[in-house]
């Protein structure tokens, strides 16, 4: 209490300036609902400036928001909150521009209990002792849009990547011819199966021994789907080999509503989808044991691959089946390549289940991504040039920022 | 392997001095007489006669002594016996008689088979593969995965009747339950024979040897079941010989035997009766065995349209069941779109018109074209007809499938798949037959026409079977095979002449082709050609001269690589010489008037169509 | 080559029809030779087999092919009803048991050990053929159909779309040229076969269908209609199984040709009696035309079984119809038949004829590009 009397006393004899005018408070373009916009015209005779806010109403309790500033300053971007999830932003806000002379002692910077009792002394004594602008007040309203060029640009990829699938999905449901270049080693899965048939044997697969939420045992779930459908057709089996108790189980799923879509719900034998193991390397041995002991005579795998796909590989050259091999996992690939008949490579691995079914909306899917890797690599050649140059504008493009 | 087994007695080849052939076709049967003169072997004197299958004969010997008689009465020799009971054989006497007498036959419709194989793609191509080079229509092939439920595939056997049914599927040692599932579907749908009768089906089981007693226990009862070698023994190989052989014996002894007529004919014959397809197939592959060369032959008819193809010994046969110049001409229309027609066609029509002209010669498929436009339009489907055929032939004329690649890293990258067997680059010959080429007006129609349909690439000898003799000479060469080969080379063939076109990516316009060449004559020729050009230089068979090509684009190929110039020797023929600067593909312009334009330059470079016709129509291509 | 012969269209108010009658397979003829039978008897009847129904038994039970034949209730031959239990496995205590049904009404035909797989059959369908037109039957095939014997007048197409149609004959229009269009469709033509002009628009057809005409016959229509009725290309002439609603029969050709003044005024004469119409069309070997038969009902045809005359030539006089551009359509008589083939327009050699058209342009024609209009001649 001692304090807030000695402020009032220092502060209350000194009316040097005048208060600043045309106080307005808006709310900014695009803004993200904390923000206000406020601007003014300086006083001439302000040594410095500080804002008071209040969220109660035109008499207060007014706190600072900002300040000081030199006298010379007209405006500001208030942050009505710092932690919006904590303190929400009011309804409204109401906000006072104090002038304060050469002498007038910065806002105090207590801690603690007192923080709050020292800053109530001190806004009152400012208010006591500076002139101010009246309370004027804001709204602050979050706006749909932000014309940050960052946000922007992502709107638009999302936009055209949308539009694209809806325009595509469209063509090919008119009947429009889609082209897929082609890719000999899908081509391949249909031979290998008609080759499985023709010698009695059945196919292998292996989806990889990731998880099942990696996106390469997701799209070798979808091809699975794909592929026993058509060994259903071919009336012919398919063994598929786990080291993910989760992915035996979908597998499963996936391998019966192929054969339920062929038509040959009866056909099914969930004998054939296994677990072998958890632990990579007596996967690894239990699948080469099916290899040598079952003799497929096509083996396909499509997933997330580590250390095991040479041996796998390997195995299955010496057994001489028709292999096809795809996966993203980069340290593989040449393994795949160098010991089977047709690798898929990286992306193509998620081409698959598009290039199968002919389902326009996996097709345009499939299309309007191509697009975009399309004109990414064209943004980032023209970013490179741009930054060999020095200009940093195109990259400024990309900033995401309030 | 491609010779029949045969049931008669062996010709003595040495001893053969004069052989009639005839080829009993479903309207009329021909017959020529082959002669050894003066120490080669030609074709003299030919004769033809309607086929007497049906009614009220229902004798097919009546035509065939028809036809022997007239070309005995043009050669002034006795042929056939006063008691009109076979053809005469020269008993020492040389002025009567010949040494040897052989026969086709596609009277009836031909040889008509249903296949069946476990995979579309692989044992039953395999059983299709060897149906086709034995001559026969495939009417339908059964597979496993052929997207038919099997009370669909029932229900169309039964419909079908076939004369036979070649059975294969699964290597040896490989599936039984598709085999097994497969005879019994047959065995429920309990197929009947075409011709009737009272004998059973013949099914020709050619699949997995393991499997023999099953398909017996199943179909043994129901049908006349012959066991034959796996067509597909490994996944890597065809073995087709052994099924094949045993068509043509089950064609003799149950098709043929049904026929009327054919009972005494088979007697008559030295040589077993073959179905004209089979004997075509025969001749192709011995004359590309003789000379080395890669042949492309077709047949264009009526109906279907088939097409022969020997590459590096390899031999495909295709049958273009609904692609034909009358009775299926709707559906040449049907399948190449109305604008594929037109764009060769060198002048405006009204579409709709077009149309119903199209329709009107299918339901009236005897008439022939009466004025020049007429022809022209006919041409034009007939290079649509044997551009689609061409287009299937490539693609059933593959690689084997299913069998392990050998494949290098930087195979990895590529995208194409399966390669056809049917290389345009390696292409020698070309070999058209059928009323609508062997019979144009003009010879350098008929060279147009597979030129445009089948754009041959680097350079290829273009050839027409003038009266169609190949099915005689196939049967000839299974007894006699350089008398077959002279005689084809001699007389069956009409040397049209040599194209000359460069592949690779070619600028629309300027020069495209530089050729050099000194004529028989002694001229000289230094030529640069535009592209989008075709050019004509009258040369004779008999004249072989040297060439040289030289691409003026950077890109163009003539065979020694891009930019690269090559010099050949070439031969010429009736038409000659003709250098296509068009492109390949062949580019024509979309705007229609400039692409009429474009086709009237043409026409008039080669001297295609007569002057009268062309001033006819030469204003209404203006308008 | 002694006889000039081109093939034509019959075009006859007296002539003999006869009618083959076959079952698509064995069965019962129901008549027997000499026996008159109206148009809608039932000659002949039989059963086609039913679909048959493969289902894997042996993998809906859970036990190996081989023991599949312990595990079946009902054996080859048996009869099932749809969903009646056809195998069962015991279980264990009753419990697990698994069971297989019927998939269908039929019978059981075979029992695989080996793929597990019992094939049903379904109930035969019955199938039974009409004697299609007035007469009497001359001939019997045992267990295949017979052949049935009218007079009466017949008039060929040539091309045709749709099956046997059993009808009262109407005019559409009164001449031979005219358009038939939407308009001279009108309701009291429901189950009539109506006949006239020389083209028929595709409205007119649709509209044909929707009245509910039993069938139409006219000069020509478009090709391309085809496939806006149908819906698919006729690429090959084989017709007869169409499913158009009617039965359309044309006499000319594509395109707009006049119907033959002597085909329209024979049809024309029959009007209000019955016909049977067909639309089945075959151009290559065994020709079938599409046709029109008016039988005599007052006319005894015979028992005897006729036997057509040998085909007659072309003679000088002779009326002919032009088949192919440019001559297309039109009616003409034969001036002369030059046995010495003559070069065409097109440079090719051809055997010709003149002939005068009826609008007195005298031309060279290809022989094969006529064909002779049969008509019976009075007397003849």
Redesign the interface.
Known sequence: MNLLILFAALLAPVLAATPATGLSVETPAYSDGLTLSLSWTAPDDAHSLILLRSDQGEAGPWHVAAGPWPGTKAEHQDKVTTDPTKTPPAAHYWYRLVSLDEDTAPPPEADGDDAAAAEQAYVAALLAGQPATAAVQGTPVASWLSASPGYLLLLALIVSVGGLMLWFTDRARKGHEMFIRRMPGIDAIEEGIGRATEMGKPVLYVPGIDELQDIQTIASMLILGQISRKVAEYQSDIVVSCCIPIVREVADEVVGSGYMLAGYPDAYNPKNVRFISSEQFAFTAGTNGIILREKPATHIFLGRFFAESLILAETGYVNRSVQIAGTAEATQLPFFVAACDYTLIGEELFAVSAYLSKDPRLVSSLKASDYVKVFVVVMLVVGTIAASFGSSFFIELFTISG | MSAPSSSSPPVDKDKLERVLATDCGSTTTKAILIEKVGGEWRQTWRGEAPTTVEAPFEDVTRGVLNGAQEVAELSGRSLVRDDGAGILRTNGDPTKGVSAYISTSSAGGGLQLVVGGVVLSMTAESAMRAALGAGAIVMDTFAANDRRKPFEQIERIRQLRPDMILLAGGIDGGTRKHVVALAEMLKAARPRTRLGGGFDLPIIYAGNQRVTDDIERILGEMCDLKVVPNVRPVMESENLGPARDKIHDLFMEHVMAQAPGYDKLMRWVDAPIMPTPGAVGLIMQTIARQRGINVLGVDIGGATTDVFSVFDGTFNRTVSANLGMSYSVSNVLAEAGLSNILRWVPFDIDEKGLRNRIGNKMIRPTTIPQTLEELKIEQAIAREALRLAFIQHKEFATDLKGVQQERTIADAFRQTGQDSLVKMQALDLIVGSGGVLSHAPRRVQSMRMMMDAYEPEWITEVAVDSIFMMPHLGVLSSIHEEAATEVFEKDCLIFLGTAIAATGEQKPTGPALRVQFRLPDGTGVDESIDSGRLRRWELSRDDEIEITLTPLQRRLDVGEGPGKARTAKVRGGVVGLVVDTRGRPIHLPDAAAERVRKLQEWVEALGEYGAGGQSRWAGQGAD | MAAIFTPGLKVTEHTIVLKDRRLPMEGEVAVSVGQAVRADDVVARTEL?G???????A??LGVDPGQLAQHMTKQVGDRVEEGELVAATPGFLGLFKSEATAPVAGTI??I?A??G?V?F?AHPIPVEIDAYITGKVVEVHAGEGCVVQAAGTLVQG??GLGGEVKAELMLSVDSADAVVDAGDIRPEMAGRIVVGGSYATVAALKRAVEVGVAGMVVGGF???EIKELLGY?????ITGGEKLGLTLIVTE???RIPMAPATFSLLKSKVGRRASINGA?Q???GVIRPEVVVTDDDEDAGVERWVPPEPKGLSIGDQVRG??????GKLGRVLALPAEPAV?????K?RIMEVEFEDGEVAI??R??V?AIEREEAGA
């Open positions: 087999p679909k048959v129904y493969p289902v894997n038994i993998n809906q035909e075979s695989s080996i793929t797989q094939i059959q040539i091309f478009d090709y391309d290309e006729v690429g090959v002439a050709g594509f395109g069309t151009i290559r070997a088949i192919r551009a440019p001559f297309f065409l327009d097109t440079e090719s051809a024609v290809p094969a590009n064909e």
